[in-house]
């Protein structure tokens, strides 16, 4: 277990970096846009801005790098060099238009802050956000080297080291408390994950119970239910009442007949193909055809937690198609791609997502979706409704 919950730590840490290294990617990007274009209108010209364009550049490539590229793993470290160029190019840039009392003061401190964000390692942290500051001090000297003889020209150094300082205390400090959060909800996640297994496992006796009674019980009160009824057809009764009656019977009989059978089965902890085949079966007794398009291959090795959201989300959408929307035929989908998995039902009932309200259903496949740290999606398909969740693909631990 232990191997397990640092392999979803680790994994989650190297998300979150990626995240945040294409969201940071996009906003400097546009900050050092909308600066040129300020700069454009205020002086009617860009001469003397090509370190800037650079680094906007830099910014803006290093989204799709991250996004496309580079492995989850080297976010970070794509980030940390994408953000050390850029701090060396404002360097240069400023040292063009002013001393130490201009642009000096407040550039430099810009870039030791930014890694406070970053989940990296102590090591890793304190060469990062040094590098960064160091980068801008020297192309500032490069540039500039009659400057630093000022004689206040140690007082910007000193905020500087005292500003990389903090930063990378607190840096530490979010890197701890994010990660600790990530330990506690994969423990959670593996408890729970191994109750529902025992729970499963031990529940023989319950079903069986469960199963005599809805026999004994249930199957003998819709038996009696239908004979009441055919002895007042009759008498000559063909009221619309007692039609609607009779096809709830009916409909009531198949439902228990499926009820049963799943009692009997196995407890649904098997393979996602058998699950889903039995699925398959039970809708079948219901007058839904449900048709399997599976990713074979993900699907042998689905992990625990994404097996039990693609049954749960499958059951209640057929369920719904089944009880609101009368369809006939269904089609279940489970496609693995490089990073991602997803999940789409469609029925025929002719549905409208406009129509409908989030019920207890709607938003209980919602937050299957998000524990997963996926998408939920509900919308129209050509002949009815679609159900889409998505998520981050991940290796059975």
Known sequence: MVTSIEATVRDRVHQANASRAQFLGLAFGVTYLVGGVGDVLAMGTLRNHGFMALQ???????????????????????????????????????????????????????????????????????????????AFTLAYWLRRPDLFDYPMAHVPLVYLLTISGISAGLGQWVYRLEVQSFTDLARVEAAASKLEERLHSGGGELRASLARQLHDDVAQLITGARFQLDTVTRRGATDDHVDRLSSLLDQLSQRAHVMLDQLRAPPAHGPLKDELLLVQRDFKHLGLSVDLLLDDGWVAQAPTADSHVVLSVAKEALTNAVRHARASEATVSVQAHAHEVSLLIVDNGGGKSSALREGHGVRGMRERAQQLGGVFELGDADTGLRVAVTWPRRERA
């Open 56 to 134: 906007c550049l830099s910014s803006f490539v290093m989204v799709p790098v991250v996004r496309w590229l580079a492995p989850r793993w080297a976010a970070a470290g794509v980030f940390t060099v994408s953000i050390v160029l850029s701090a060396a190019l404002g360097g240069a840039h400023v040292a063009q238009f002013g001393g130490f009392d201009g642009p000096w003061f407040y550039g430099c401190y810009t870039a030791p802050p930014i890694f406070i964000a970053m989940l990296l390692k102590l090591p890793h942290r304190l060469l990062a956000t040094l590098g960064t500051a160091a």
